[in-house]
């Protein structure tokens, strides 16, 4: 499933994978990456979504090389911790704490599933296809409820 995969997105992935050792919690990859990773080949990845604990993303940032960025709270999105790192072939996006401006009012973000998909020799964790779904919606973007419906079809 995972043959075909970009190479600057096996790479970058397994740099991660290569740090999540030092981690304690759950971590996941979602978003495009996610789905690229189940499947959808046709979606450009230009980053990797990953959610872990504060603890983790911290600890995940400076092992990368990356910077803790403070959140305004504005807009769609926050994130009690949120940090790129620029370092790696494709960027990651890792986030902890991320609640989402759903309605007026915010609303956490969070996986109760965590599937593993096998990349070369390495194996990265996603939320499943239909927790993707969801998460999509509540999202809400253009953007987000296109990848719900491509979700969907893959699904089907």
């Known amino acids: 499933m995972t043959d075909d995969l970009p190479d600057d997105l096996v790479s970058a992935l397994d740099i991660l994978v290569s740090t999540t050792t030092a981690l304690q919690d759950p971590w996941w990859v979602f978003g495009g990456a996610a789905m690229c990773l189940w499947g959808l080949r046709d979606w450009h990845?230009?980053?990797i979504d990953v959610m872990c604990s504060p603890r983790d993303a911290r600890r995940l940032i400076e092992s990368l090389h990356g910077q803790v960025a403070q959140d305004p709270g504005e807009g769609l999105f926050r994130s009690q911790v949120f940090g790129q790192i620029l370092t790696t072939p494709v960027p990651l996006d890792v986030m902890a704490g991320m609640d989402v401006r759903a309605g007026g009012d915010w609303?956490?973000?969070t996986f109760s599933t965590r599937?593993?998909?096998a990349v070369e020799d390495f194996t990265v964790f996603t939320p499943s296809v239909a927790e993707?779904?969801?998460t999509c919606r509540l999202f809400g973007r253009p953007k987000d409820l296109q990848r719900a419906e491509m979700?969907?079809?893959l699904r089907a």
């Open 132 to 134: 993707q779904i969801e």
């Open 151 to 153: 979700l969907e079809k």
């Open 45 to 47: 990845v230009p980053d």
């Open 107 to 109: 609303t956490p973000v």
């Open 115 to 117: 599937v593993p998909v």
